[in-house]
């Protein structure tokens, strides 16, 4: 039987006191172990910042690359083993400054990852300077007359680019949090997890007390339906007063990528020989050359 | 007269099929028994400017093309005013009557005319002006007197997933070329062909024999973006993959690429990234990763010209040091440059053992040259049962027994940690881009770092130890003695033969294993040298620079080249005039 302890560190976070990296963290172990899954069996991949660094406080298999390169690596490590469940864990410069395109090909590739963004809207560990989901205006260290960007809408651009589970979530409901991940954990290929988390040192605006009021859950309206796109897109453009957060949109009737890989149906790669033909068959490759 | 031993070169326009009409050519003449090496030239563009393929043929094995044309085959009046000059003596040329030649320079070179209505024979036996093409190699297979049967194997070959409806049609345009010649000019040209009984030989280029040789490997995740000339190499993947259970996944950029190739690698997939030098540029923070947190990758590299964007379709070897030292920081990283076909074969497999070996990158370094110039090679040139030896991985059987945390770095005297793949109950773990502890755990503690470095650098020691004396070509004892690496080899070859044969005696070290340089075998392998002469494709000689900066050892000259066309014998001949 799995528990939480069991994705237990005893290597401690560096957050600061309030972080809400603290709330992914628990929501995502709590998530992990209530879907029965081993540590051995999950490769949490992340990139660089202060949200990448969960992996390192987490026993589980773990890989902390480049700064925007987490969904590449992640990508890479789900078609070498299909078999463990692949999350991500990065923020919103990772995922959708630095790492811009991977992010639009990953969503469009439909790769079974689940892609958890810590969205502070704002760079922590570089302390303090804007980010791609900062409000316009935002007045930082990089934005010292505000921000002259418009902000970066990450579901409706996975909207567009044919997403098949996009959903928000919010680091102040770890139970909400909980069952948004397990149920990401359950899509069949990439399921976009943006989380809003404030960030208590440098981004003071977008704080617990600001967003608290201001968040719902859309499967609180029995008659929101997840699978109508219109009504996702109105959806993902929904903010201010009213920031919904939950499953947006979703399909399971769009098969993952890996589903699709010839080379894949026989099994993870990595557990594959590495000649599959005989000899035979490899010499007749030279009959093309003759 | 002369028999076997010529040159062809077919020129035209991009879209006219000048590459595939030269490759069927030479294929045909390899079916016929003959050795063969190719060179093509052509322009970064999909219709229009000027191609060429040049086709050298001989009785014997041969590594490179030579500026001597036999046979001109010219498809436009581009192609006459560019390659006349190039005939040689005794030579001929032919083209379609359409097309205008001046009689008075050819008479001046005693170069004699061939005019073929090819355009005419393909439309009247054919039906289609497009088979123009196979008129001209009928017509090049009747002047020269080879059998036309070797011509119309590899027609029905070549046109068969076009219906038998085309083979016919082509094969009876090639024999109203085949006929036009023989009847109109009969045995005249001095410049003969014919075949041999051989068993069978493959006409096989650089980057073909790469992606073989990673393929018997045991390569399983191939991860790239286009970029001439290293996309040849992804697209033959993508078309063997589903038969040879390989992944192969045209990424959304080189970063990706890379990166991908690296999460395969990390999870125990032997991976691999083919590019050019502007991809391999996007590539290198990466190259870092794999060579902080100890994954296995391989990096192809085909060289073009650069900087930037340089010459797209053509050839330079500017890049060596750029791959000794390429990502912020000091790591090791394994460099093979192979310099013939036989050699990139054997540097594929070879880079996933090294790779493996010290889990570390190993770059295989390339260039266009060696890429698309395909030559005759017996079949067991490239003896697919290659060795594989994937370095220190613990078992299943290993990792059960394990009684303590695992240590994905730890401490050991080569340096080399033994790995586990993620996914085993008792090998939990993480690791990180950031200097880590033995764990893989981030690490700022000052004594670690050394520790970890020390440990890392170690392993470039190590494989110092295992990197393969130079080659060696030529008697042991010469006046001239020259440094070359990579496709340079080819020409170079072909001019030392020359050399020889001229009575001035000369050899040849190369150099293909580049990094960790065999600092003591590249000593041993040129002290003895009376005159030392680097010849490399780039401006400033860079592996006389390498060698110097690791040997002490100083070339008396340079023969380079940095137009974009490769070196010929000649040219490095005349060259060598200049420097001794």
């Known amino acids: ?290 | 007269m002369s028999i076997n031993d010529m040159s062809f070169k077919f020129a035209g326009e991009a879209g006219q099929g000048v590459e595939s009409t030269g490759r069927g050519f030479a294929k045909a003449l390899v079916r016929g028994g003959l050795y063969v090496f190719a060179l093509q030239d052509y322009h970064s563009r999909i219709r229009g400017g000027h191609n060429f393929y040049q086709i050298r043929v001989a009785n014997h094995d041969i590594y490179s093309h030579d500026e001597k044309v036999h046979v001109l085959l010219a498809f436009t009046q581009e192609a006459i005013a560019e390659h006349l000059r190039e005939i040689v003596p005794g030579g001929g040329i032919i083209y379609d009557p359409e097309l205008q030649v001046d009689q008075d320079a050819l008479v001046s070179r005693s170069v004699k005319a061939f005019p073929v209505p090819v355009n005419q024979i393909a439309i009247e036996e054919g039906g289609n002006k497009v088979m123009s093409n196979t008129a001209a190699t009928g017509a090049a297979a009747g002047l020269t007197g080879l059998d036309l049967e070797v011509i119309n194997s590899v027609i029905r070959d070549n046109f068969a997933q076009k219906g038998t409806a085309v083979v016919e049609s082509n094969l009876k345009v090639a024999a109203a070329a085949y006929r036009f010649v023989r009847e109109k000019y009969g045995d005249s040209f001095a410049f003969r062909l014919q075949t041999r009984k051989t068993a069978p030989r493959m006409l096989i280029s650089g980057n073909e024999a790469l992606a073989l040789g990673a393929l018997m490997a045991g390569c399983k995740f191939v991860a790239g973006y286009p970029m001439t000339p290293g996309s040849p190499i992804l697209e033959w993947f993508a078309t063997h993959s589903k038969d040879y259970g390989v992944v192969t996944k045209h990424a959304e950029d080189e970063i990706a690429a890379i990166n991908m190739v690296i999460g395969a690698a990390q999870m125990g997939v032997r991976a691999m990234t083919p590019t050019s030098g502007g991809g391999f540029s996007l590539m290198v923070e990466a190259l870092g990763l794999a060579g902080m947190t100890e994954v296995p990758i391989v990096v192809v590299n085909i060289q073009r010209p650069g900087p930037a964007t340089g010459h797209a379709t053509r050839h330079e070897q500017g890049d060596l040091l750029f791959m000794l030292y390429a990502a912020q920081g000091e790591f090791p990283r394994i460099v093979l440059a192979p310099g013939t076909i036989e050699q990139c074969f054997e540097a594929a497999y070879r880079a996933f053992n090294l790779a493996e070996k010290y889990q570390c990158p190993a770059i295989i370094l390339s260039d266009a040259f060696l890429a698309h110039s395909p030559r005759a090679l017996e079949l067991d040139a490239l003896s697919l049962d290659v060795p594989i030896d994937r370095g220190e991985i613990l078992s299943d059987e290993e990792l059960d027994q394990l009684t303590t945390r695992y240590q994905r770095h730890a401490l050991t005297p080569s340096g080399i940690s033994p790995r586990a793949l993620p996914g085993h109950p008792k090998a939990i773990y993480s690791t990180s881009s950031d200097e880590h502890d033995e764990y893989g755990q981030i690490c700022e503690d000052a004594a670690i770092r050394i520790q970890q470095m020390d440990k890392r650098m170690r392993k470039l020691e190590t494989a110092r130890a295992e990197m393969r004396a130079p080659l060696q070509y030529g008697p042991s004892q010469a006046r001239l003695t020259f440094l070359t690496w990579g496709s340079a080899y080819g020409p170079l070859r072909s001019a030392v033969d020359i050399l020889n044969a001229q009575g001035t005696s000369a050899n040849i070290v190369q150099i293909m294993d580049i990094w960790p340089l065999p600092v003591d075998k590249v000593v041993q392998a040129l002290q003895g040298a009376k005159k030392l002469i680097s010849v490399e494709q780039n401006y400033s000689g860079q592996l006389a620079t390498l060698v110097r900066a690791y040997t002490g050892i100083k070339v008396d000259g340079l023969i380079n080249k940095y137009d974009g066309r490769p070196m010929s014998p000649e040219y490095i001949l005349a060259r060598l005039k200049e420097v001794v």
Not at chain 1, 44 to 60: E, F, N, R, V
Not at chain 1, 238 to 245: A, L, S
Request: glycine share 10%.
């Open chain 1, 1 to 290: 039987m799995v528990t939480v302890k069991d994705y237990f560190s005893p290597v401690r976070p560096t957050w600061c006191t309030g972080c809400g990296n603290f709330a992914i963290w628990n929501a995502l172990k709590k998530a992990l172990a209530e879907s029965g899954l081993a540590p051995h069996q999950v490769m949490l991949i992340s990139g660089i910042g202060c949200g990448s660094k969960l992996p390192d406080y987490t026993t589980a298999n773990g890989y902390l690359s480049l700064h925007g390169r987490t969904l590449a690596v992640a990508t890479g490590a789900r078609l070498a083993n299909h078999r463990l469940k692949v999350i991500c864990t990065h923020g919103d410069g990772d995922g959708y400054g630095e790492g811009g395109n991977h992010f639009i090909s990953a969503v469009r590739r439909n790769i079974g990852l689940v892609d958890i963004v810590q969205n502070n809207r704002v760079y922590g560990l570089t302390k303090g300077q804007y980010s791609p989901t900062s409000p316009h205006g935002f007045v930082t260290k990089t934005s010292p007359q505000g921000a002259i960007e418009h902000p970066f809408n990450p579901l409706t651009i996975a909207l567009a680019a044919n997403g098949t589970f996009i959903s928000r979530g919010w680091s102040g409901d770890v139970e909400h949090l909980t069952w948004l991940i397990k149920e990401a954990l359950h899509h069949r290929g990439y399921a976009l997890i943006d989380v809003l988390q404030p960030c208590v040192t440098f981004n003071r605006v977008y704080s617990y007390d600001w967003l608290r009021p201001r968040v719902y859950k859309v499967q609180d309206d029995p008659n929101y339906d997840p699978g109508d796109k219109a009504a996702a897109f109105a959806k993902t453009q929904e903010w201010g007063e009213r920031i919904p957060i939950g499953i947006l949109y979703r399909t399971e009737d769009v098969p993952a990528y890996e589903e699709q890989v010839p080379a894949l149906a026989t099994g993870p790669l990595v557990k594959q020989p590495l000649r599959v033909k005989t000899m035979a068959e490899y010499e007749r490759l030279k009959q093309e050359y003759l």
